[in-house]
């Protein structure tokens, strides 16, 4: 039987509880299926044991493990047991590692010996018989020596700490967000599932995209939960046909590494209703939709969960969507505090007053919904100054309240007393023939202010044609006369975080001083020239000679 709706739960431990008695299919992974009820109980069988290991000090638990069942009996055990899942992100290394765990209070790290490699050597701040090897025998011999309790005797509030997560690509490294049982069943109830859908997820449970848009909705709607251990680009939709999935998300660019597989005979021969796509690229939503007949939606929703932007299907590319009933959201000059002026586009639908209508996306009524970063008060201040809510993300408004995305505040560039923001350069750059992907960043100018680089991922069997691209800039109406780049560097791959967002930090930190070809414009030639070995020693030569050395990577 399925469970029958009720009131809306209040915590995540509540709606774990309401699936004990559920035997609508529930869980998916590999060659295994788990009932709602059968997951209930691998929970419960959790819970017990790590009340069983808890220590004096915050009930932390550190989680290191690709999306498999045992991170799903984890998340749900944890609630039960008023527990903190602590979601380590697998691809920091070193002392960075280190840190994220050791800021967060881990009283106990549980990964598999896939994962566990990247702590050999690491001070976690743990005893070595507290990390725990899921996929070994001494943990399933803890498993059977702690009888399942059941629910909590004394259930968690919805005030009580339920998830760390961690930002992604933050300025000043990641941050710890703080999630409530309370937020994290509010944000289970909003997608409306049902027991009658499908939800497939490939992307990391480490993070908020995974956690808010496809395991806490399936557990709220008794929808079946499909996970796959990493995302594949090339098995995405035949894990969808296989698994009559209905819904499934993605970050970042995995939809543009979906469209890079070669079309099939069945690429509309699935059940999918819809997709949810945040930071996909316009062509990439359009020509998604065109070969697999599926609507995608973008939608705004940071990890901290302050400002949520509703998808507007008539919008334009790019929209991020309004702002829900009652909220204030606003674009603001971060410097002045006083409100942008209304974006204005032209017939094409290209925006026309950049430097006015671009600012920092700000809720000035969010601060409620914002429940701060672990151990990390100066971050907190910086997001919560005057009293409003900083996104950390510029963005642009039409008259109708749709916000659009610009970058993030540290995506500003400034060429010639000009500020400008990266996204709607990319924007620009991305209608090249041949371009998988853009990312616009700024390098120092010898002199004063910034030089705009385009770093290109071109699509296979492309190159670079500077002549083209000359004559493609030239014919871009809406590329600002500051706008055009000074620099094109083309990589084989553009840099990416742990979701699959483009990660400029290593690219800045390079800039022209790299291995991948760099072309360049000389004084005011239109023309791009390789930037040679020579000319770019030339360069760092004029930065010692006018004690700028240190602008430099």
């Known amino acids: 039987m399925s469970a029958a709706p009720g009131p809306v739960a209040t915590t995540v431990a509540e709606l774990v509880g ?10 998916v992974f590999e060659a295994q299926e788990w009932s709602w009820r059968q997951v209930v109980a691998e929970a419960d069988r959790r819970a017990s044991l790590l009340r069983h290991l808890r ?12 999306n498999t069942a045992e991170y799903l009996f984890l998340l749900a055990g944890a609630a ?10 697998p691809t920091r290394r070193g002392a960075e590692l280190e840190a994220d765990i050791r800021r967060c209070d881990c009283q106990l790290v549980i990964t598999d010996s896939t994962r566990s490699g990247i702590l050999d050597g690491l001070d976690l701040g743990v005893d070595p018989d507290r990390l725990l090897l899921a996929d070994g025998p001494g943990y399933r011999d803890l498993l059977d020596a702690v009888p399942a309790t059941g629910g909590p005797e004394d259930p968690p509030t919805p005030d009580h700490l339920y ?9 000043g490294g990641p941050k710890a967000v703080r999630m409530t049982q309370g937020r994290a069943a509010r944000a289970a109830a909003g997608m409306g599932f049902t027991d009658q859908d499908v939800i497939y ?4 449970l480490f993070h908020g995209n995974a956690l808010s848009a496809a395991v806490l909705p399936a557990l709220a709607g008794g929808s079946t939960l499909v996970l796959r251990r ?17 819904y499934f998300n993605t970050v970042g660019r995995a939809i543009s590494h979906l469209l890079a597989t070669p079309p099939t005979g069945h690429d509309r021969d699935h059940r999918l209703r819809f997709v949810l796509g945040p930071e996909t690229s316009a062509p990439d939503k359009e020509e998604f939709t065109r070969r697999f007949g599926v609507p995608l939606f973008e939608g705004y929703g ?10 507007v299907p008539e919008a334009r590319p790019g929209a991020l969507g309004r702002a829900r009933r009652g909220d204030d959201v606003a674009v603001v000059d971060p410097a002045t505090g006083t409100e942008c002026a209304t974006a204005v586009f032209d017939p094409s639908g290209r925006l026309v007053n950049p430097a006015e209508s671009i600012g920092e996306l700000v809720g000035r009524t969010a601060l409620a919904n914002f429940e701060g970063y672990y151990n990390n008060p100066e971050a907190e201040a910086e997001r919560s100054r005057f009293g409003w809510y900083w996104s950390g993300d510029l963005a642009y408004r039409d008259d109708g309240g749709v916000f659009y995305f610009a970058g993030r505040t540290g995506d500003w560039l400034r060429v010639d007393s000009e500020n400008f923001a990266a996204a709607p350069v990319e924007r620009i750059l991305a209608r090249y023939p041949g371009v998988a992907g853009v990312a616009v960043i700024a390098v120092p100018d010898v002199r004063t202010g910034d030089q705009v680089m385009a770093v290109l991922e071109l699509e296979p069997g492309r190159s670079f044609d500077p002549d083209r691209w000359t004559e493609f800039l030239a014919a871009q109406p809406d590329l600002g006369t500051k706008w055009a780049p000074r620099y094109v560097r083309i990589t084989g791959a553009l840099p990416v975080t742990a979701t699959d967002k483009v990660d400029k930090r290593p690219l800045r930190m390079t800039g022209w001083e790299t291995s991948d070809p760099v072309w ?21 030569d004029e930065f010692a000679a006018t004690g700028r050395l240190d602008l430099l990577g």
């Open 18 to 27: 309401r699936r004990a008695h559920d035997d609508h299919r529930g869980l």
């Open 55 to 66: 220590t004096d000090g915050p009930f932390h638990i550190g989680v290191l493990l690709d």
């Open 80 to 89: 039960r047991a008023g527990a903190v899942i602590v979601g380590i992100n």
């Open 163 to 171: 998830l760390l997560i961690f930002t992604s690509g933050s300025p």
């Open 201 to 204: 997820s490939a992307m990391p």
């Open 230 to 246: 990493r995302f594949s680009a090339s098995a995405l939709m035949d894990d969808v046909r296989a698994s009559g999935a209905t």
């Open 302 to 311: 940071s990890s901290e969960n302050a400002i949520i932007l509703r998808p």
């Open 520 to 540: 360049h414009r000389v004084g005011r030639s239109d023309r791009f020239v390789p930037l040679t070995p020579e000319d770019a020693r030339a360069l760092r």
